[in-house]
């Protein structure tokens, strides 16, 4: 079983809508949570850490829920640069348990 | 400016050939890591360095090796012994434990 299970899409919305991802992971013990972005043929880029509480940037929220074990990503307001794919990474706060999911493809279309 | 730099950026090598990928940070990180992507899926991991003269495998390590001889410099050489080595190759820095991971533009190596 994968560490990290996310589907990887894609996603196709128009501009200005709003879109949620989720992400199961397998290992309860995990202790830190994390959104990254990535572009085609570019590296990954730290869009938002999720804490317990959930937490909110802009058009981004991100959830926590320990009990299902999965977290989540929320967009609002789509812009058509928000179209990448989008790696959840779980890590078990010990530096080789560092998981990242297959990504999930968001295209938003005009 | 602070950050994480790989070079090159494109790489092209025969089979049998050993090819070293540079990486080099100036954030003042003692954790390094290397892992590999392969089309449609995750990153897996190479190897790490949680400080200096000090590395361990990853989860796929085999015909890859690694040196930490300085804080700032994490050079990943992929031997001949490299199944398929043709990938996007991404190192990746990391203040500590918990804390997120910072990636350089990473290396794309293609064998033939």
């Known amino acids: 079983r994968k560490e990290v299970e996310q589907d990887p899409g894609p996603f196709n919305v128009p501009e200005g809508a709003t879109v949620a991802f989720n992400c199961t992971y397998s290992n309860s013990a995990s202790q830190s949570f994390f959104w990254y972005r990535q572009d085609c043929r570019k590296e990954p880029k730290l869009l938002m850490s999720v804490y317990s509480s959930g937490n909110e940037d802009g058009r981004f929220t991100a959830q926590l829920n320990r009990a299902s074990q999965y977290i989540s990503l929320l967009i609002r307001d789509s812009k058509l640069s928000d179209s990448a794919t989008y790696l959840c990474v779980v890590n078990l706060y010990n530096f080789n348990k560092f998981y990242f999911g297959s990504g999930t493809k968001l295209n938003v279309k005009p | ?112």
């Not at chain 2, 590999?36 to 190897?47: A, F, K, M, S, T």
């Not at chain 2, 361990?56 to 690694?66: C, L, M, P, R, T």
């Open chain 2, 1 to 112: 400016d602070g950050g994480i730099t790989q070079s090159p950026k494109y790489l092209f090598r025969k089979e049998g050939q050993n090819v070293t990928l540079s990486c080099e940070q100036n954030l003042n990180h003692d954790a390094m890591y290397w892992y590999r992507q392969d089309p449609g899926q995750g990153l897996r991991l190479i190897y790490y360095s949680q400080i200096v003269n000090d590395f361990q495998k990853g989860d796929i390590a085999e015909g890859y090796s690694v040196s930490r001889e300085k804080k700032e410099s994490f050079p990943l050489t992929v031997t001949s012994a490299q199944k398929n080595p043709t990938a996007f190759y991404l190192c990746a820095s990391q203040m500590g434990e918990g804390y997120e991971q910072y990636f350089g533009p990473g290396t794309r190596l293609t064998v033939t």
